[in-house]
């Protein structure tokens, strides 16, 4: 079943490479499927071949998008090096944010693996880009706290557990 999954996945994310009329390569399609199958990408060097790929395709946001949850879960058993890396990776596709119309689903991947990467400062304006352009999400509010949370600003912290768990109860 996990199988079947990671081709669905790939297909999907190869449909959005064919209509924004972008490359797609042998690696990219390795890298794609290694990345929608958990026992793959649990490998060790998936984030290097990721990072890889990354700055080899021009810090594709797309495949930073797709791959967010699997950098996600390897990202701890990662070297230094090839974290730093990623997070040089972030910065360029954040940088790029301003010069292009990117979505909020890209956005908020970049901005949860800087929080991920203890990365605050980027988090924060990434979240608060989100929460002025798209409006009020819990998910935004979260990492708006957790960051303020990491920095001991508690109050700062507070304020913004209150909203995300608002907007929590409203949904629910």
Known sequence: MNRVRAV??????????QTQKMSVDRELIKLLLRGGNRRYFAQSGFVRRAVETLERRNNDSFLLYFLDDAITATLFETAPEIKQRLVEVLRRVSNSFADALFSADVRYSVGKLFYIRGKYDECLKI?????????????????????HEARKNWQTSL??????????????
């Open 8 to 17: 669905f996945f790939v297909e999907g994310c190869l449909r959005l490479y």
């Open 159 to 172: 304020f913004y557990y209150d909203k995300a768990s608002e907007l929590m109860r409203i949904v629910s």
């Open 127 to 147: 979240f608060t880009g989100l929460l002025e352009k798209h409006g009020d999400d819990e998910t935004y509010f979260y990492y708006l706290a957790a960051c």
